[in-house]
T-cell receptor
């Protein structure tokens, strides 16, 4: 398996622009997580899905952020409009359902908003 | 109170020594506990998981869990410079596999 695949790896955009981050989870995994990592706040859980359904989006910072999972093999995280404080590394992770399963991470998308 | 807490470090140990990393969590219902290692500029990777009280050993790594004290630790024996990284404690804090991470402890192994 290729693992969790994220795109793009790097994104530089201007303030006010829309940004879309993409994730393909590992085949057979039914939980998907979006995390944001910064030096100041560490790894923060933004939202997670189970069987394509959003279960908890309490970590989404504001209405500018939205996430979708239209099917079991694809998810997007959208920021509109983007702001400089959104600059961070965004990770997608997936796991199988079960108490003893680990989350596997993608390589991350480094977002810079100027 | 944060759900998962760790000292940010850095924790510096000489090569060959034992590194001890600690983590506390707030949700008594948590069932699964993980230690991830993250090298600078890379994504987190799982190194240990533990689900029941006691110790679990895997090579140079030992995870320790005490649910009564809500405490998880990771011991690294015979520390190597290649162990220098940030170690993230993660806890399954709810249903549907919600995994919450601590802010991580940076470990530096001095040759």
């Amino acid at each position: 398996d290729a693992g969790v695949i994220q795109s793009p790896r790097h994104e530089v955009t201007e303030m006010g622009q829309e940004v879309t981050l993409r994730c393909k989870p590992i085949s057979g995994h039914n939980s998907l997580f979006w995390y944001r990592q910064t030096m100041m706040r560490g790894l923060e859980l933004l939202i997670y899905f189970n069987n394509n359904v959003p279960i908890d989006d309490s970590g989404m910072p504001e209405d500018r952020f939205s996430a979708k999972m239209p099917n079991a093999s694809f998810s997007t995280l959208k920021i509109q409009p983007s702001e400089p404080r959104d600059s961070a590394v965004y990770f997608c992770a997936s796991s199988r359902q079960g108490v003893d399963t680990e989350a596997f991470f993608g390589q991350g998308t480094r977002l810079t908003v100027v | 109170q944060k759900e998962v807490e760790q000292n940010s470090g850095p924790l510096s140990v000489p090569e060959g020594a034992i590194a001890s990393l600690n983590c506390t969590y707030s949700d008594r219902g948590s069932q699964s506990f993980f230690w991830y290692r993250q090298y600078s500029g890379k994504s987190p990777e799982l190194i240990m998981s533990i689900y029941s009280n006691g110790d679990k050993e895997d090579g140079r790594f030992t995870a320790q869990l005490n649910k009564a004290s809500q405490y998880v630790s990771l011991l690294i024996r015979d520390s190597q410079p290649s162990d220098s990284a940030t170690y993230l404690c993660a806890v399954n804090t709810g249903g549907y596999q919600k995994v919450t991470f601590g802010t991580g402890t940076k470990l530096q192994v001095i040759p």
